[in-house]
């Protein structure tokens, strides 16, 4: 009787999820508000929720995080961390004392990990590997999905080894920029015709992206992106529209319905996408039923290229001269707050944005699960 009783506390016992958002990256108020939407809709009959916030400068903190991190005042809130042990699978609270060592205290042990972080150290594979040193199993891709997915000149090369279409790009390095930028802009004029773009290669939500029309503003976005990153993407300008399609799962995974964003300003820049809310999105996209479909398959395909998990974000260009489709990027983090694409291409699929997060967790805790039957230690066996 007493084992039944144990049973059936354990069925009712709540998930407890650990929230990370904030980070050390240029898209930290992304995050803020990709983050307060999950923890508003995070069904608290099913699970206990942990705050773990990180601040712009890298610190960790939990406690009321969301209140602290968006209002500067971080009095409220204790320092914190997680131990790259597989045998403490819980948030810590650290307390320093002045001229005494730091102190760890237990805050909760953490069934499972939701990461809200958007751009680097967050979403580029960095806490996914604190993660699996910890032991704990996580929402989205892994480290080399996170990585691949976050450089956008890698996973342009992975794209083009596995027949998927890109654009006609090049890398270029701030050491080189720096050193020579007048033969870096010939070189580049050599390639490309204008209007180019220049990114960072490694960031999202738009940050530090130019449209470039001549060779002065090709000079000033090069030194833009420059701020971000040490690596450079110059990539061919087409006369577009601009396609996304939302990707679930693990080994199977499944892509929404197509959807299209017809931004008011030069392209769908950080403003458009977080400050003005004139941009028209449209979903489903006005496609030819084949033509979505080979999006989806493409979306698909792209995903499981880069080794994805949980979820994603294809973002594609549809060229309106040729009808020639490229993909463009892939975010293995994408926006999160209600009116993002990612849930709601969902929504329109079928899928509720409370849904959404119950089979993102349980889509981490299926994969962990599965990653620990997998033999860690080899032994070797006879006379070999």
Known sequence: MSGENEEAKNRK???????IFGGRSGEHEVSLMSARSVLNSLDPEKYDVV???ITKSGQWLTGDVTAALEAGDEAAVRPAALLPDPQASALMRVDMAERRPAHLSEVAHLDVVFPVLHGPYGEDGTVQGLLELAGLPYVGSGVVGSAVGMDKAIFKQVMQASGLPVLPWHLVLSSEWARRPEAILDELESRFTYPVFTKPANLGSSVGVSKCRNRAELAAGLA??????????VEQGINAR???VSVLGNDDPIASVVGEIRPRREFYDYVAKYVSDDSELIIPAELDPALAGQVRSVAVQAFRAIDGAGLARVDFLLDKDN????????????GFTRISMYPKLWEASGISYGELLDRLVELALERHEA???LETAYEVKGDA
């Open 13 to 19: 016992r709540k998930i407890r999820v650990g929230v």
């Open 371 to 373: 990653k620990s039957k």
């Open 323 to 334: 009808g020639r489709l490229y993909l463009n990027e892939l975010n293995t983090i994408p």
């Open 224 to 233: 833009d992106a420059a701020r971000y990153d040490r690596r450079l993407l």
């Open 242 to 244: 601009e396609l996304e």
């Open 51 to 53: 705050l773990i916030g």
